[in-house]
């Protein structure tokens, strides 16, 4: 009966704080968005609504690699101060095993690591792939999202596009370069003035080029032919159905649709390297929770500290870091081959498991 009371004291202090975490680390990846999604706002005029959907499912691709830290800044913290309050000694003066006390951890670590199992498999993979759709099709309502002044722009519909300036919210563009690889042989577009008219019948889904004052250049078996033209139209292409019959990129991929992808025998070496990388990331990933919570108990319930919560904050921020380094220095050896992608992406993990029985050892000790 005390041992459950115990459980369920620290368990509702564990978990406020771990969705506090989830939120403060989302806030930050967020932050760092912030002035590309504010110039969509301000320079091209897309809605505050497309805006919050973007945040929404940048949000949920985050929650994967967000889940083990704030797992670790959640039973660092509860923890550190059940220590530095004697609280930890009153359990084990009541009869309460060290088993005992660290049983919430483990039972949060074990649910956390479930919930980042299908987060990682199937949400994260989903809010990616709403995400890529989202501004696929924003770039058509609003086409001039994707163009700079001064700046050749190659994945506008599939042209290369250039122009000296361009009026983002009427969509008018000046001295106007374009090169057009879809047409065989390929040709060039020079014209002084230009519009990107939307489809009004098929808003989001198709768009138009309306060109004027300029000249059409092709060249094919050493010849070349010039037409001069007061008014032409170029029908750009329809990039939200090509989004949704094309290849999903590899992050917006389910964990069964990487497993028979990454089975292929046609792929190429590099990208079934990529392909076996990001399937055993994502669970190595997961698993990272259980490992970060166990590492957690162990230096909260030793650590006896005046200032548990900046305390507690700076070796949650250390063990982060240090996590992170191992996995980009492994992830990106194991995307060049050097490493398999298997032993490569449990490197972290490994390393993280001994410093977990290290700790746990001290506290039990």
């Not at 368990?11 to 968005?33: A, D």
């Not at 320079?43 to 919050?52: A, C, Q, R, T």
């Not at 990106?332 to 032993?343: E, T, V």
């Amino acid at each position: 009966m005390r041992s459950w009371l115990m459980i369920r004291y620290v368990l509702g202090e564990m978990i406020p704080t771990f969705f506090l975490g989830v939120f403060v680390f989302v806030f930050i990846l967020l932050m760092f968005q912030i002035l590309r999604l504010t110039e969509f706002v301000l320079v091209h005029g897309v809605k505050l609504s497309s805006v919050g959907l973007m945040m929404a499912y940048m949000s949920t691709s985050f929650l994967p690699i967000l889940f083990p830290m704030s797992l670790l800044f959640a039973v660092l913290l509860t923890y550190s101060r059940l220590s530095a309050d004697s609280e930890i000694t009153a359990f084990r003066a009541i009869g309460l095993s060290m088993m005992s006390v660290i049983t919430p951890a483990i039972l949060l670590g074990t649910a956390v690591c479930i919930l980042s199992l299908q987060t990682s498999f199937h949400l994260a993979p989903w809010g990616n792939r709403q995400f890529e759709l989202l501004i696929t099709q924003l770039g058509t309502l609003k086409p001039g999202v994707s163009l700079r002044e001064g700046t050749f722009a190659e994945s506008f519909f599939d042209l290369v596009v250039y122009a000296n300036k361009v009026d983002a919210n009427s969509g008018k563009l000046s001295q106007v370069f374009i090169y057009d690889e879809r047409q065989q042989p390929p040709m060039t577009i020079i014209s002084k003035e230009g519009t990107i008219a939307v489809d009004q019948d098929q808003p989001g889904h198709r768009a138009l080029l309306q060109l004027s004052s300029g000249s059409i250049h092709r060249s094919s078996a050493g010849r070349h032919t010039k037409i001069d033209f007061s008014s032409y139209q170029v029908f750009l292409s329809n990039p939200v159905a090509e989004a949704l019959r094309g290849e999903k990129s590899t992050q917006s991929l389910t964990i069964d649709e990487l497993r028979v992808k990454k089975n292929d025998d046609k792929l190429k070496p590099d990208e079934r390297l990529e392909l076996e990388t990001e399937y055993y990331r994502r669970s190595a990933m997961a698993i990272a929770c259980f490992l970060f919570a166990m590492i957690g108990v162990g230096l909260g319930t030793v650590s006896n500290r005046r200032n548990v919560k900046g305390g507690s904050t700076v070796i949650c921020i250390g063990l982060i870091v240090a996590y992170w380094i191992i996995y980009v220095v492994t992830e990106g050896a194991a995307r060049q081959g050097k490493i398999p992608p298997m032993i490569a992406m449990w490197i972290p993990n490994t390393v993280f498991l001994v410093a977990a029985g290290f700790s746990l050892r001290r506290a039990w000790n």
